[in-house]
């Protein structure tokens, strides 16, 4: 059996629990156990005790990128597990839109001595079925072209950290992204690419897509062309949602912290 359990999310689906921006899921597939993000605070532990699980005990933390909204969580994790992100996962950025520092807020000698820290921009294998995406190929020319981040320069930081999960069922894959700053269509291209298969069983996440514009319209059409389920998260507009659901109605769903998804390995 494979669980994901959204721990936080920037909607809520348990009124037991709450939410705030962010994401953060606990991933179960085999006798695997994976955090993906930790969220911006201490949020997804309180959540994640009232579900009953204890993301402390995960096989290893895998961070989508480094923005501080996916990686806050870790200076409220004991330390010692083991981790694993793009070498470029502590760069230094900015928010263009607040001018504020939005990166991890440790820094990496923090980090290694806190954390087993392997970086890997190469696909790595997770056991369980599930592969990290490492670097992600950014082949399709409507996505990856907005970016939220500056360097120290004031130039745009195009987030070659962004990465993410797939796992392999009998029944296709599940591709799993933070943000998808690749690009979400250039993900699911990606996954297919390293496993060879081309059946999409679901995608879930967050997508990047702030507006209903051109490029959420060119990502609608792929996912009726390509996934089965769609399961939208995080930094997906409300409008965007929307669309999905007019558009797609019996293929999306709206992520929120307390959703739990399950599906035969």
């Known amino acids: 059996m494979i669980r994901i359990t959204v721990l ?7 009124p037991l629990l709450a939410c705030e921006h962010g994401l953060s899921l606990y991933i179960e597939s085999g006798d695997r156990r994976i955090l993906f993000d930790t969220g911006n605070t201490d949020l997804f532990l309180r959540n994640a005790g009232k579900l009953g699980i204890r993301p402390e005990e995960a096989d290893v933390i895998v961070l989508s990128h480094g923005d501080y909204d996916h990686t806050g969580g870790l200076r409220y994790l004991p330390g010692g597990q083991k981790l694993l992100a793009h070498p470029a996962c502590t760069s230094f950025r900015i928010s263009r839109a607040r001018g504020t520092f939005a990166g991890m807020p440790i820094e990496e000698a923090e980090l290694k001595r806190k954390y087993r820290t392997g970086f890997s921009a190469a696909p790595a294998d997770l056991g369980g079925n599930i592969t990290f995406l490492g670097e992600i190929e950014r082949k399709l020319d409507f996505e990856g072209k907005s970016f ?14 962004d990465s993410g999960l797939m796992i392999e069922t009998s029944e296709g894959l599940i591709v799993i992204s933070g943000c998808a700053h690749s690009g979400i269509c250039n993900t699911v291209e990606y996954a297919k690419k390293l496993s060879g298969r081309t059946k999409v069983r679901a995608v879930l996440g967050g997508f990047h897509l702030l507006s209903m ?6 990502t609608l059409d792929y996912m009726r062309e390509n996934v089965e389920r769609v399961y939208l998260a995080h930094c997906t507009a409300d409008e ?17 912290a307390g959703r739990v998804l399950e599906w035969e390995e």
Do not use: H, W
């Open 8 to 14: 936080n999310d920037n909607r809520l689906c348990d």
């Open 148 to 161: 939220p981040m500056i360097d120290r320069e004031g130039r745009t930081y195009p987030c070659p950290d």
């Open 213 to 218: 514009d051109e490029t959420a319209q060119k």
């Open 240 to 256: 965007v949602c929307e669309a999905f659901r007019t558009q797609l109605p019996d293929k999306t769903e709206v992520l929120g």
